[in-house]
Structure formats: structure tokens, C-alpha cells
């Protein structure tokens, strides 16, 4: 989310303040968060990032919140990977979810592709998420677009203030 990251999107930390907005605003989220170990196999495609116990594991301070979060850990690319997944979901009972964050190619499309698979209602919201190439981030949204899913911006998901 930074530019000192590892993993860095270029304009990730421009959508923080949507990121941290939309958390506040949500009956209850689930983030998800890298947890690899050092000598982590992931590392062979990409570089050491989220390394458990350090400073570049944490997620942003502005994302958290004091209760009525749920931090899913993850040590593989796609978030269905985490056995614990699938029993969080049923009891979460979700009517529908909402999708957003970084890397619209990568984690992103995991993410809201697998979620529609639930049958439920997935939104993308388009000004809350970032993509290390346009034309792939645009890939991803014309594939979830095609397969059901629902676009929006934060601005019909947020409150007026």
C-alpha cells in the first residue's frame, strides 16, 4: 500500500482513505493479510513481502477497526486457499459482499471471482481498488462483470455525510 513496500501499487495509498471509510461503514469486514514465512515458496515469483512479525505485515493503522473485524491470514496468492474460509463464510451467513482493495489482477480477482461462486451478490467498488497494469485490472472487471458480479463506486456504498 506504500511506496517503501515490497509489493508496492502504484496509487495504492491515494484509495486509503476509501479503504478505510468503506471498513467503518460495514456491518462486519473480513481483510484479508499475507503471512509468509522467510523462506516462503511464494518467493520464487514474487519478492519477500508480509513477512509474519514484521513492520510490513501490518496493515495499514486507517483500515482497522476496534471490533467487527475479521483479519484472514493467508500465505497463498488466492484467499480460498485458507482452509478456515469456506466455515467463516457459512457462519457469516452474508446476504451479499462487497469487494475491495489491492492488486485488482491478483488478490482482487481471487477474491471476488471465488466469492461469486457462493451464488451470493459480489460488488467491485471501482474507486477503492488498484492494478499494477491498467489493461489487466481491466480484464478482471470485464471477466466478473460477465460472470454476475455488480460494479459501484464508493459513493453509492457510503453514507452522506
Excluded at 102 to 117: I, N, P, Q, R, S
Amino acid at each position: 500500500m506504500f511506496p517503501a513496500g515490497a509489493l508496492y501499487v502504484p496509487g495504492a495509498e491515494r484509495i486509503l482513505p476509501v479503504i478505510a471509510q468503506l471498513n467503518q461503514c460495514a456491518e462486519i469486514v473480513v481483510s484479508t493479510m499475507c503471512a509468509h514465512a522467510e523462506n516462503d515458496p511464494e518467493f520464487r515469483q514474487w519478492p519477500p513481502h508480509c513477512i509474519v512479525g514484521t513492520t510490513g505485515q501490518l496493515k495499514p493503522q486507517s483500515t482497522l477497526r476496534a471490533s467487527g473485524q475479521i483479519i484472514l491470514e493467508k500465505q497463498q496468492l488466492d484467499l480460498f486457499t485458507n482452509p478456515n474460509l469456506p466455515k467463516l463464510l457459512e457462519e457469516l451467513a452474508a446476504d451479499e459482499y462487497v469487494v475491495y482493495g489491492v492488486v485488482t489482477e491478483y488478490c482482487v480477482k481471487c477474491a471476488a471471482l471465488g466469492l461469486l461462486k457462493t451464488g451470493k451478490p459480489v460488488t467491485l467498488v471501482t474507486d477503492a481498488i488498484r492494478s499494477l497494469r491498467a489493461e489487466d485490472g481491466d480484464g478482471v472487471i470485464q471477466a466478473f462483470t460477465a460472470a454476475g458480479g455488480k460494479l459501484a463506486t464508493s459513493s453509492k456504498l457510503l453514507p452522506m455525510r
